[in-house]
């Protein structure tokens, strides 16, 4: 499959896999200059790209697991979503949750994009599921360790 990625600054990277078989491509902060990242804030950093996603795709943006365990730095929004109708700059909201300034150097890796199928479907209404083994069980409801 290929994508279509727009360079909005000549700075900017392409999306890559760091190795043949990585799930997520890396994406970079296209910043001129370092930009910090203050404890419990979040900053928008730029990527510089603009991107045309296939139908039936969207693209999600999860962290880098370097950074979420050893800076506690992860995408604001748990896991951000660009839809395939979305033509703008894909920006990553970086959340520090350490209790230290995490500081960003230009073209650093800041997070993962994976593509994923999003199927249409429509929501139905009924009156009655079926019954399943688990029933409504909610959280932990499933055995703990």
């Known amino acids: 499959m290929t994508v279509f990625v727009k360079k ?4 900017a990277k392409l999306p890559w896999q760091a190795t043949a078989l990585s799930a997520g491509y890396d994406l970079c902060a296209c910043i001129r200059q ?9 900053v928008p950093v730029p990527t510089g790209i603009a991107m045309a996603l296939p139908e039936g795709y969207g693209g999600f943006i999860f962290a880098r697991s370097g950074l979420g365990l050893r800076h506690g730095i992860v995408p604001g929004n748990c896991v951000g979503v660009i839809d395939a109708d979305y033509r703008g700059e894909v920006l990553v909201g970086l ?19 994976v593509l994923l199928p999003t199927p249409r479907w429509e929501a139905q209404e ?6 399943t083994a688990r029933g409504t069980g909610g959280f932990g409801s499933t055995g703990s360790r």
Do not use: F, W
Not at 8 to 11: N, S, T
Not at 34 to 42: A, H, S
Not at 105 to 113: K, S, T, V
Not at 126 to 131: A, G
């Open 8 to 11: 909005l600054d000549p700075a």
């Open 34 to 42: 370092e930009l910090t990242v203050p404890p419990g804030q979040t």
């Open 95 to 113: 959340h520090n949750h350490s209790n230290e300034p995490y500081t960003i150097e230009p073209g650093e890796r800041i997070a993962q994009l």
């Open 126 to 131: 009924v009156d009655s599921l079926d019954d």
